[in-house]
C-alpha cells in the first residue's frame, strides 16, 4: 500500500510539473515562428511513432468495440483541445493563461448541474466564489482588467475553449482506461491525436514542407523537450485516472497553476507575479473546496 500511494505521488508531481515545462516549449517553438497547427501535429507524430515501437508488447485482444469509440473521440477532443492552448499561448501570458485552467472545477460543476442534476453544496459554492476571486487578481494584472473586455481578447478565447474540449477530453479519457487500462489509453490518444491534428493541418492548407525548414537545430533541442514533457504529462496523466476519480486528479493538478506563474516570471519577464500568485493561491483553494465537498 505505502509503495503504490508513493508511486501515486511520483506521478502526481510530474504531472504537475511536466504541464508547465511543455507550456513554455509551445510558446517558445510559435515565438520562433513556427505554427500552432504544425507545433501541434508534429508532437503527436513523434509521440505516435514511439509508441509503435511498442504496439506488440501490450495485449490487444480483449479490448471491446467502445474502446475504440471512446479513443476516437478522446482523440479529437485532445486535438483540439492542445491546439487552442498552443494557439493561446502564442500570443498570451503563459502567468495568466495557467490560472484560468483551474475554472475546469466550475465547468465540471456547471455541466453536472444540467446533465446529472448535482445540486452543488453550499462548499462548491464557495470554492466557485474563491475561484472568481482569484481570477481577479490575475486577470487584473491585464490591460483590460477584470472585465467583459477581457473575453474579446483572443488568447483568452483560446485558453477557454482549449479548457472545456480538454475537460471533457478527461472525462471521455476515464472511460477508455475503464474499458482497457492507461496504457492502452496512452497509445491510442497519441495515435488518433496525430490523426485528428493531421486532418487539422491539412484543411488550414498549411504548408508541411515550409513548416519542416523553420526546425533548426535548437528548435529541434526544443521540440525534444516538449515531446518529452507531453509524453510525460499525459502518461501520468492516464495512469492516475486509473488510480484515483477524475475530479479528485483535476484538483491536484491546479497546482501547476503556481509553476506556471514562476515559469512565465523566470523565463518570459512576465510582470505583476506578486498579484498572480496571491490569485493563483485562492484559485487552487477554490478547486479543492468544490472537489472535497
Known amino acids: 500500500m505505502t509503495s503504490a500511494i508513493f508511486i501515486l505521488a511520483i ?19 510559435t515565438f520562433r515562428g513556427l505554427s500552432p497547427l504544425f507545433v501541434n501535429f508534429l508532437t503527436y507524430f513523434i509521440l505516435g511513432l514511439i509508441c509503435l515501437a511498442f504496439i506488440f508488447q501490450v495485449d490487444w485482444q480483449p479490448i471491446s468495440a467502445d474502446f475504440w469509440i471512446y479513443s476516437v473521440m478522446m482523440g479529437l477532443l485532445g486535438a483540439l483541445g492542445n491546439l487552442f492552448l498552443v494557439k493561446a499561448l502564442q500570443t498570451g501570458d ?16 456547471m455541466i453536472g448541474l444540467f446533465l446529472l442534476q448535482e445540486i452543488p453544496t453550499i ?33 483568452i478565447q483560446y485558453r477557454i475553449w482549449a479548457m472545456i474540449l480538454t475537460a471533457t477530453e478527461a472525462v471521455i479519457g476515464k472511460k477508455v ?6 496504457v492502452h489509453s496512452f497509445f491510442t490518444w497519441c495515435w488518433f491525436g496525430t490523426i485528428f491534428s493531421l486532418f487539422l493541418f491539412l484543411w488550414r492548407r498549411e504548408n508541411l514542407s515550409g513548416s519542416l525548414r523553420k526546425i533548426e537545430v535548437k528548435t529541434f533541442g526544443i521540440f525534444s523537450g516538449l515531446v518529452v514533457c507531453i509524453g510525460i504529462t499525459q502518461f501520468s496523466t492516464t495512469f492516475i485516472f486509473q488510480q484515483m ?5 483535476l484538483s491536484l493538478f491546479q497546482l501547476s497553476v503556481l509553476v506556471n506563474i514562476f515559469l512565465g516570471y523566470r ?25 472535497l465537498f
Open 94 to 109: 503563459l502567468s495568466v493563461l495557467g490560472p484560468i485552467n483551474a475554472y475546469k472545477a466550475v465547468v465540471s460543476m
Open 267 to 291: 523565463i518570459f519577464q512576465e510582470q505583476d507575479m506578486y498579484k498572480k500568485l496571491i490569485g493563483g493561491v485562492i484559485m487552487i483553494i477554490g478547486s479543492v473546496l468544490i472537489i
Open 11 to 29: 506521478a502526481v508531481l510530474l504531472r504537475i510539473f511536466s504541464n508547465p515545462f511543455a507550456n513554455v516549449f509551445q510558446k517558445k517553438l
Open 177 to 182: 482506461i475503464l474499458a482497457s487500462s492507461y
Open 123 to 155: 462548499w462548491g459554492l464557495i470554492g466557485v466564489g474563491l475561484i472568481i476571486a482569484g481570477s481577479y487578481f490575475v486577470l487584473n494584472t491585464t490591460k483590460e482588467g477584470f472585465t467583459w473586455q477581457l473575453l474579446r481578447r483572443k488568447e
Open 245 to 249: 476519480p477524475v475530479g479528485y486528479a
